[in-house]
């Protein structure tokens, strides 16, 4: 997340312990350790993550149990502590993000599994997340990657489903598009303006499998690309 630099926050240590690490990697200087930063107001793990050019959100976790908050990173002071923004309608681990500009959305995650959209407004950040329209299906483990308009969420727990959310028309169901080549679950998600990649995941056995969704075509199949 970031225009300069991208951020890694929580986790579980080698214990399995949950965390509240957040580091920085310089995208101008990419072979240095990662600068510790942060950290998160709260120690926790399986968080979603979605942001825009000033913040990044990080929304939900465990800890063990899940959690609705929903943590605020300011690029501009990302020494500081995270602040405490307005919650998840729900508590969550694994809940998925995508956003644009003006918006942000977190999607699905578990113990449920949830079907359920909440929608952060960038400009009023300190209200609960308010619930838009669902998932096609309920679904914990799952990928995301979004682009200007739209925001995708892949697969799952034995899932290979892609459900595509109109940024535009956020009340809506979100609209299911072509699969992923196989079903998989903790499929993690990237992408340029043009193509989306969901790369690896289990089913349960590891996968080293990235599928590329075309954004202009995205009800045809996925082509592989990678591994």
């Known amino acids: 997340l970031g225009t300069n ?4 926050t929580v986790g579980a240590n080698p214990s399995f312990q949950p965390t509240s690490i957040i580091d920085r990697l310089d995208f101008d200087n990419d072979t240095a350790t990662a600068a510790p930063k942060g950290p998160l107001s709260r ?3 399986n968080v979603g993550a979605v942001g825009n050019k000033p913040y990044a959100y990080v929304a939900g976790g ?3 149990s899940a959690s609705s908050i929903v943590d605020r990173i300011d690029y501009g ?3 500081a502590t995270t602040a405490v923004k307005g919650p998840l309608s729900s508590a969550r681990r694994g809940a998925k993000g995508v956003g644009n500009l003006s918006y942000g959305y977190f999607g699905g995650g578990e ?3 949830f079907s359920t959209v909440d929608r952060v407004d960038y400009a009023n950040d300190t209200a609960t997340a308010a619930p838009k329209g669902p ?3 309920a679904r914990r483990r799952q990928g995301s990657v ?5 925001g995708y969420i892949a697969g799952g727990q034995y899932e290979s489903t892609v459900d595509r959310i109109d940024f535009s028309n956020d009340t809506a169901t979100a609209s299911p598009r072509a699969p992923l ?4 679950r903790y499929v993690m998600g990237a992408g340029t303006n043009s193509y989306g990649y969901f790369a690896g995941g289990s089913q349960p056995n590891y996968i080293s499998t990235i599928d590329r969704l075309d954004y202009s075509n995205d009800t045809a199949a996925m082509v592989p690309a990678g591994p």
């Open 62 to 64: 465990g800890n063990p």
């Open 43 to 45: 120690t926790a793990y």
């Open 135 to 137: 998932m096609s299906s």
């Open 146 to 150: 979004s682009n200007l308009s739209y």
């Open 111 to 113: 113990p449920g599994p």
């Open 5 to 8: 630099f991208g951020y890694w």
């Open 77 to 79: 002071n990302d020494t």
């Open 181 to 184: 080549s196989t079903a998989k």
